[in-house]
């Protein structure tokens, strides 16, 4: 049974970089049926798609965060990665790492790490 | 950006009957691209449908989904404690993926 867990710091500073990684377990990341995703949920904005990496390492970014955002594979430590910068209060929230056999929908998900912009 | 409607915004119902969520989509959604999700205090949200009628695996048969173009149902027959909840749509009928704002189910 295939799950993920969330890592990283959960204060950034405005204009730096947050950067947190989804350890997968119970499958691998570069296994050839699955889609790798980032989701984060405000209480302003609710849920809202960041991106995903696929098994290949082909990635789509929502426009809204595409300038900001990147997406990477680690298969050798079997995770991915999500990189934002500049980061502004706006970009407080719950972030998700979660995965399916398609890029679109999301049957497994991490439990989700809390990420508090402030100086 | 396709923006999807949640209505109602609370639903208040009792255990056993039957509650009936909707979604409507600002442009038609291509082939049924819509899927359901499920949230609970404290949890990432749980998948429930996708392409709009297809209940994903685990997902107990009370639930159902249905509609196209823009307008989708979930049904949710004979409510079990456990149902009452946070339900969001979401649609991938874009190459940009977004959410509904959610419809609480309440007892």
């Known amino acids: 049974q295939m799950q993920l867990q969330e890592s990283g710091p959960g204060l950034v500073k405005p204009s730096e970089t947050l950067s947190l990684t989804c350890t997968v377990s119970?499958?691998?990341?570069?296994?050839?049926?699955?889609?790798w995703s980032w989701i984060r949920q405000s209480p302003g904005k609710g849920l809202e798609w960041i991106g995903y990496?696929?098994?290949?390492?082909?990635?789509s970014y929502n426009p809204s965060l595409k300038s900001r955002v990147t997406i990477l594979l680690d298969a050798a430590k079997n995770q991915f990665s999500l990189k934002l910068n500049s980061v502004t209060a706006a970009d407080t929230a719950v972030y998700f790492c979660?995965?399916?056999?398609?890029?679109?929908?999301?049957?497994?998900w991490g439990q989700g790490t809390p990420v508090t912009v402030t100086s | 950006e396709i923006v999807l409607t949640q209505s109602p915004g609370t639903l208040s119902l009792s255990p056993g009957e039957r509650a009936t969520l909707s979604c409507r989509a600002s442009q038609s959604l291509s082939s049924t691209s819509l899927a359901w999700y499920q949230q609970k205090p404290g949890q990432a949200p749980r998948l429930l449908i996708y392409n709009a009628s297809s209940r994903a695996r685990g997902t107990p048969d009370r639930f159902s989904g249905s509609g196209s173009g823009a307008d989708f149902t979930l049904t949710i027959n004979t409510l079990e404690p456990e149902d009452f909840a946070v339900y969001y749509c979401q649609q991938y009928g874009s190459s940009t993926f977004t959410f509904g704002r959610g419809t609480r189910l309440e007892i």
């Open positions: 979660a995965g399916d056999s398609a890029p679109s929908r999301w049957f497994a």
């Open positions: 119970g499958t691998f990341v570069s296994s050839g049926i699955y889609y």
């Open positions: 990496i696929s098994h290949s390492g082909s990635t």
